[in-house]
């Protein structure tokens, strides 16, 4: 039985290891798979958000949860789910702008950015609950978060430049006192438990223009409870998520909080019984590159990217032989030699890629696209004895470029694993000696899980497998992560 930690003051009890829903979609038989089995094995927290695959990851928990109830092997009381609002995509993006177009606008509505708006009014939250509770089929949620609400200051820093930062601290942070109104009204109503802030730049230090502050917020939740109810201590602000890894760890070096801004995030929620989930455990920002805290496996039997470049390099030059000088294509005066040319771009492109999530952006996002649009173009448009040309030279093209891809791939994979056995090398002095021969991600999640002031630790474990890995986490001897094994990665 996996052991259970105080929520902060809600009354609930959670595991060490929560289920992060990002990108966790109900139409994926996987992710309905892992988070059956994280449930039916003992981890009873659940996080999610309004936006998260633009709905189908909170559909995906109601289907679960239920599905798990009626079977008898779970209870829906021994579940604590967390959902979020606040970000305006998708969907939300077009119900807005749809409202917007009849004269019935949200207010307060950012504009941050195309295709991601935000807002924390209470017009909106509680069209978002509404939303949120039909999704899982819930009357209630346990736990209710506004969803990274510095997107304000985020946007008036780059809309409002002659602003002065205290003026757009005070408009944020009334903007938050009457969505913690609204809240403590849906919890007097019985549709949330407990509500919270999760806040990417809760961390930061205070003299960042864009951070948030705990301490305020609470202020905030106190002074509501005094004006209401004439005690401070009678509001339902319970709960902070923010992002902690190895390398961004702010939340427990950094004093941005209290009285005196003298106490880290962990410090001054400990002292006020306000439970802190963690999120992008695995995922670390240095230097504006991401850094995935993990192993990389690395096949065997792959061609080295040189060699397998100058074969698709061949094929390229036999394109432009046999089939570009027969073609004309108008579109952006693109030539159709340059179709095709990735043998060579490839070649040396392992030096200038930092590593394989790296490349997996630049394959997912540049290269499979342009290859695919040039092929469907080109299928479209070429007939007879060139569209036969095209075709033979096609079926054998793609598969030597699909080869050099994941030569590619790999080659990054060495790379990242050559980083993370570094990484694991700082590492493992401030470990037990039980816990040095596991695999990086998981001493990079039993260090979080042993953080003095962390409730829980919110993974995303999208397949069985990823599950049953993370899980073994918190069957491990305790021990407690010091503040110098995060300085010595900062």
């Known amino acids: 039985m996996i052991a259970r930690r105080p929520l902060g003051r809600t009354g609930l009890a959670v595991s060490a290891l929560g289920f992060g829903c990002y990108r966790i979609d109900r139409r994926v038989p996987a992710h309905r798979e892992a988070l059956t089995m994280a449930l039916k094995n003992g981890c009873n927290l659940v996080d999610?958000?309004?936006?998260?695959?633009d709905g189908e990851s909170e559909a995906c928990v109601g289907e679960v949860i239920r599905a798990l109830r009626d079977e008898g092997s779970i209870a829906r009381a021994g579940v604590v789910?967390?959902?979020?609002?606040?970000?305006?995509?998708?969907?939300?993006?077009?119900?807005?702008?749809?409202?917007?177009?009849?004269?019935?606008p949200f207010p307060d509505v950012v504009e941050y950015a195309d295709g991601c708006w935000h807002c924390i009014h209470p017009a909106f939250l509680s069209d978002q609950l509404d939303r949120t509770l039909s999704r899982l089929g819930l009357s209630s949620v346990d736990v209710y978060l506004l969803h990274n609400p510095e997107y304000f200051l985020?946007?008036?820093?780059?809309?409002?430049?002659?602003?002065?930062?205290?003026?757009?601290r005070e408009e944020f942070y009334d903007r938050i006192r009457?969505?913690?109104?609204?809240?403590?009204?849906?919890?007097?109503?019985?549709?949330?438990?407990?509500?919270?802030?999760?806040?990417?730049?809760?961390?930061?230090?205070?003299?960042?223009?864009?951070?948030?502050?705990?301490?305020?917020?609470?202020?905030?939740?106190?002074?509501?409870?005094?004006?209401?109810?004439?005690?401070?201590?009678?509001?339902?602000?319970?709960?902070?998520?923010?992002?902690?890894?190895?390398?961004e760890a702010g939340a427990v070096l950094t004093p941005n909080n209290g009285a005196r801004a003298d106490q880290t995030v962990l410090q001054f929620a400990a002292e006020n019984d306000l439970a802190v989930l963690i999120n992008r455990p695995l995922n670390a920002f240095r230097r504006q590159r991401l850094i995935r805290l993990a192993d990389f496996p690395i096949a065997a039997g792959v061609p080295e990217v040189p060699f397998q470049a100058r074969r698709v390099a061949s094929l390229e030059d036999e394109f432009a032989e046999r089939i570009a000088t027969?073609?004309?294509?108008?579109?952006?005066?693109?030539s159709p030699e340059?179709?095709?040319?990735?043998?060579?771009?490839?070649?040396?492109?392992?030096?200038?890629?930092?590593?394989?999530?790296h490349w997996?952006?630049?394959?997912?996002?540049?290269?499979?696209?342009?290859?695919?649009?040039?092929?469907?173009?080109?299928?479209?448009?070429?007939?007879?004895?060139?569209?036969?040309?095209?075709?033979?030279?096609?079926?054998?093209?793609?598969?030597e470029l699909q080869r050099l891809l994941r030569a590619v791939r790999i080659a990054c994979a060495r790379k990242?694993?050559?980083?993370?056995?570094?990484?694991?090398?700082?590492?493992?002095?401030?470990?037990?000696?039980?816990?040095?021969e596991q695999p990086l991600s998981r001493k990079a999640l039993a260090c979080l899980v042993n953080t003095p002031g962390v409730t829980a630790v919110l993974n995303g474990m999208r397949t069985p497998a990823y599950v049953d890995d993370s899980l073994a986490v918190l069957g491990w001897p305790s021990f407690a992560a010091s503040a110098d094994l995060f300085r010595a990665f900062a």
């Open 178 to 247: 009457r969505a913690f109104a609204h809240l403590e009204d849906e919890a007097a109503d019985g549709r949330i438990g407990w509500y919270g802030v999760s806040s990417n730049s809760v961390p930061n230090p205070p003299e960042d223009a864009e951070a948030t502050s705990a301490t305020r917020m609470l202020a905030i939740a106190r002074a509501l409870a005094t004006e209401r109810h004439g005690d401070p201590a009678a509001h339902r602000f319970a709960v902070l998520q923010l992002p902690m890894n190895l390398y």
């Open 154 to 168: 985020l946007d008036a820093r780059k809309r409002r430049p002659g602003v002065p930062v205290s003026a757009l």
């Open 360 to 399: 997996a952006e630049v394959e997912q996002y540049q290269i499979v696209p342009r290859v695919m649009q040039a092929a469907q173009a080109l299928e479209r448009g070429l007939s007879g004895d060139l569209a036969m040309t095209w075709a033979d030279w096609w079926a054998r093209y793609r598969v």
């Open 326 to 334: 027969h073609i004309r294509l108008a579109a952006g005066g693109q």
């Open 81 to 104: 789910v967390v959902s979020k609002a606040g970000y305006v995509q998708g969907r939300n993006l077009e119900i807005v702008q749809e409202r917007r177009s009849v004269g019935n």
């Open 48 to 53: 999610t958000s309004t936006n998260y695959t």
């Open 338 to 357: 340059s179709l095709f040319r990735w043998g060579r771009e490839l070649e040396g492109a392992v030096e200038q890629l930092h590593g394989v999530e």
């Open 416 to 436: 990242s694993q050559r980083a993370s056995t570094a990484i694991a090398a700082r590492l493992d002095p401030f470990l037990p000696p039980s816990v040095r």
